[in-house]
């Protein structure tokens, strides 16, 4: 709607626009590493069938019919 690109336009106008240096492919490949430092279990070209949400946050998956998380 037309009141959202209101908000994102002011958004944009207030704190413009930054970039990350070194390019988005490196802000990636440097989240993937540090979230696998971390344990987590990274999925990629899986379609989620269902998404648990406790508390307002995620806490799992349901993936090719498996639970995970």
């Known amino acids: 709607p037309a009141k959202t690109y209101g908000i994102v336009f002011s958004n ?9 240096r070194g ?3 490196q ?6 590493k540090e ?5 987590v279990d990274i999925r990629t070209h899986c379609l ?3 998404v648990y949400v406790e ?3 995620v ?3 349901r993936i090719n019919g498996r639970d995970i998380g």
């Open 48 to 50: 989620a069938e269902k």
């Open 55 to 57: 508390d307002g946050a």
């Open 27 to 32: 802000l990636i490949k440097k989240m993937k």
């Open 35 to 39: 979230l696998q430092h971390n344990g």
């Open 12 to 20: 944009f106008m207030d704190k413009g626009v930054f970039t990350y």
């Open 59 to 61: 806490r799992g998956v």
């Open 23 to 25: 390019g988005t492919d």
